[in-house]
Nanobody
């Protein structure tokens, strides 16, 4: 019933800043009690948890990415966003939005009931 869809603008090659939006249908970003999450998977690596914004508005960042990452929500549009700055080739990955019920930095795919389609982000030198 809940569906998530990722959209651009994606990577700005001049500023090396990634901007992604996740659009929610079948749920409310403010009243459906989920943690709206960004996760990525680089080639040959496992899932990496980036951040979540809870339905209440609370935000938690991975210590690894937190200094260059911002998540926010556009409640009127039922959307949440990811901005990651200072992107390098090591940030090349498929980026996913996801939703789950656990307040945790989980990389267990079973902890998320819904996933976006995934967005390939390739960062060149």
């Amino acid at each position: 019933q809940v569906q998530l869809k990722e959209s651009g603008p994606g990577l700005d090659y001049t500023s090396q800043t990634l901007d992604l939006t996740c659009s929610i249908s079948g749920a409310s970003i403010t009243s459906s009690k989920y943690y709206w999450t960004w996760i990525r998977q680089a080639p040959g690596k496992g899932l990496e948890w980036i951040a979540y914004i809870a339905w209440s508005g609370g935000i938690f960042y991975s210590p690894f990415f937190g200094s260059r990452t911002t998540v926010s929500r556009e409640s009127s549009k039922n959307q949440f966003t990811l901005q990651m700055r200072s992107m390098t080739p090591e940030d090349t990955a498929v980026y996913y939005c996801a939703a789950g019920s656990k307040q945790a930095m989980s990389v267990n795919k079973d902890d998320y009931g819904w996933w976006g389609q995934g967005t390939q982000v390739t960062v060149s030198s």
